[in-house]
């Protein structure tokens, strides 16, 4: 009687995870060589955008400005392509080991590209 009960039990069991487990659909489709480039070109940008953050003057500064390092680079994380090209472009103007004013410049466009995105509400404390 009790294996019987048993061996039912782990029948129903068994059957209500295949009812209820979630199927997956799965689509394979063609990737063009412009996409693929353009994919490649966007991780570059974030590889370039995110050595910038990892430099110590950078992460010290963001740390003045309340801004914990790890939470930039998750809002960065978050940029589209057209964002992190723009933010690329200016880090690409800026001089080597540039001033301080420089640093904060940069700041101070990405936390405004993030506040109008709406990931951030930086200047709404203001």
Same mark, same amino acid.
């Given at each position: 009687?009790?294996?019987?009960?048993?061996?039912?039990?782990?029948?129903?069991?068994? /059957?209500? /995870?295949?009812?209820?487990?979630?199927?997956?659909?799965?689509?394979?489709?063609?990737?063009?060589?412009?996409?693929?480039?353009?994919?490649?070109?966007?991780?570059?940008?974030?590889?370039?955008?995110?050595?910038?953050?990892?430099?110590?003057?950078?992460?010290?500064?963001?740390?003045?400005?309340?801004?914990?390092?790890?939470?930039?680079?998750?809002?960065?994380?978050?940029?589209?392509?057209?964002?992190?090209?723009?933010?690329?472009?200016?880090?690409?103007?800026?001089?080597?080991?540039?001033? /301080?004013?420089?640093?904060?410049?940069?700041?101070?466009?990405?936390?405004?590209?993030?506040?109008?995105?709406?990931?951030?509400?930086?200047?709404?404390?203001?």
């Amino acid at each position: 009687m009790k294996n019987s009960l048993r061996a039912f039990v782990l029948h129903l069991v068994a /059957l209500a /995870l295949l009812v209820t487990a979630p199927l997956a659909t799965v689509r394979a489709a063609i990737v063009s060589t412009e996409s693929a480039i353009a994919m490649s070109e966007q991780v570059d940008l974030l590889a370039e955008v995110t050595s910038a953050l990892a430099r110590e003057d950078v992460r010290k500064q963001l740390v003045e400005l309340g801004v914990e390092p790890q939470q930039a680079l998750e809002r960065i994380n978050g940029l589209t392509p057209a964002e992190l090209a723009a933010l690329d472009g200016q880090l690409d103007q800026l001089p080597a080991g540039g001033s /301080l004013l420089a640093v904060l410049g940069v700041l101070l466009v990405v936390l405004i590209v993030l506040d109008l995105v709406g990931v951030t509400n930086v200047f709404s404390k203001i």
